[in-house]
């Protein structure tokens, strides 16, 4: 499985790093400390497989020769309650949607490869702090982020390819096999 995601300056990826380890030493989440090679990020899209490496590979070059860096602005936590997903939501930008738009349209002949939960109208960018939560962990991973939560402005810097690695039906590796620095 591959995954297309966008990476931020050291200032968030710092801030994500603590509150990954943070929530691993109080064994409240453990799966995102615990994912080998794992960046903070946002999903662009999700790949069960890429037919074509060479043409997916041409369409992604082009894609990034006109992208420029991307400020954002953190202001809240939300979470996927069904998913058990604690995360940093962006403040939604036009600039941010226009450039998940461009990807698509660009990448369209492999869109049957990719996951719908990121496509057009159906994505909801974030940044997850915590995945596979039970309930009762989801609550005190919540008071955990709240307590030193503070809205936080970032830019987006390059974006990845990365290869997803599963055991056991949980993420154990998430290396980025190809990268692109915006402009």
């Known amino acids: 499985m591959f995954a297309l995601e966008l990476f931020f300056d050291d200032r968030l990826n710092n801030y994500v790093r603590r509150v ?3 929530l691993h030493e109080r064994k409240i989440a453990l799966a995102m400390y615990d994912i080998a090679d794992i960046r903070p990020h946002i999903t662009v899209a ?4 890429i037919d074509k490496w060479a043409a997916f590979d041409d369409l992604l070059t082009d894609f990034m020769e006109n992208q420029k860096k991307l400020d954002l602005q953190f202001d809240s936590l939300a979470s996927f309650p069904t998913s058990g997903t604690l995360f940093l939501a962006p403040t939604i930008t036009r600039d941010l949607f226009a450039m998940h738009e461009d990807y698509y349209a660009r990448l369209d002949s492999f869109s049957t490869q990719a996951s719908s939960l990121y496509t057009p109208n159906h994505w909801n960018p974030h940044c997850s702090l915590a995945i596979k939560l039970t309930k009762e962990a989801l609550g005190r991973a919540w ?5 030193d ?3 936080i402005t970032t830019r987006i810097e390059s974006i990845g390819l990365v290869e997803l690695s599963f055991a056991d039906g949980k993420c154990i590796s998430s290396p980025t096999i190809k990268e692109f620095d915006f402009l």
């Open 20 to 22: 990954w380890k943070s």
């Open 46 to 49: 999700i790949y069960s497989t």
């Open 143 to 147: 008071r955990d982020c709240l307590r």
């Open 149 to 151: 939560f503070q809205p």
